[in-house]
């Protein structure tokens, strides 16, 4: 999918003031500096599009992007930074959980975790509180680059084989780096069928 057009609509914490136009609504979540806010500006070509940091807790907000007019991009804050998960109680800042149980134009949700580590108690977590609440979702892989060839789908099948523990399948995902655009059209191809799809139904 060519990206034509790509804008910043407006940030807030509160879900009832996110946009009211109806088209279909991508986010993206993770643990603070995992690359969530890197990767918009990878896929929309934009440099500067979404707010970057190399400290964590850049980005505080829900901020929205519309993207070639039609559908919205989701940026959003990190779920590890403000509040840390207690071990039993799941505790993300209420706002993200509010975003995603309350957004009826969330087409799909896409976790990212870093490549580098093992599944994390915390993303483990989000991802079955997205389960229990039938919020679809994939996985993204991030900082691809910061890893050799040969050490990358180790890594993967390390990743995967934990997941097994938990899910009966594997969640779909994307391998990317915002470095190189490693993943780029897998991942704008995977949300333009979902939208071709939307449109034709
Ligand atoms: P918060 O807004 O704090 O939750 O962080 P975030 O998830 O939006 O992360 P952000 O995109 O701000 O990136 C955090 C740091 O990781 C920055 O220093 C980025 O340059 C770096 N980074 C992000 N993606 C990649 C990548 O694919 N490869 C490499 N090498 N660095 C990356
Ligand atoms: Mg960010």
């Known amino acids: 999918m060519k990206i034509s057009s790509a804008e910043f609509v407006m940030s807030n914490s509160d879900v009832a003031k996110c946009p009211k136009d109806k088209l279909p609504e991508y986010a ?11 990767l918009i500006n990878m896929l929309t070509d934009r440099k500067s599009l979404a707010k970057t940091s190399g400290k964590p807790g850049k980005t505080q907000l829900i901020n929205h992007f519309i993207i070639n007019k039609n559908w ?33 134009q969330l087409v799909s ?15 483990l977590e989000f991802m079955q509180w997205l389960g ?19 050490k990358l789908p180790i890594q993967i099948d390390v990743y995967i084989k934990e997941m097994l523990n938990y899910w009966e ?13 490693l993943g780029k059209d897998d991942v704008l191809n995977y949300i333009n069928e979902i939208n071709q799809q939307l449109k034709n139904s």
């Open 28 to 38: 993206f979540i993770g643990r603070s500096n995992v690359g969530k806010s890197s």
């Open 169 to 181: 399948e594997m969640p779909n995902y994307f391998i990317t780096s915002s470095s190189s655009g």
């Open 109 to 123: 949700a896409f976790v990212l975790v870093d490549c580098r580590h093992e599944p994390q108690k915390i993303d």
């Open 132 to 150: 229990e609440n039938q919020i679809p979702f994939s996985i993204i892989f991030t900082k691809a680059d910061k890893l050799t060839k040969t």
């Open 72 to 104: 919205f991009l989701v940026d959003l804050p990190g779920y590890g930074y403000a509040k840390v998960s207690k071990s039993a109680k799941r505790v993300f800042q209420k706002f993200i959980t509010a975003y995603f149980s309350k957004r009826t």
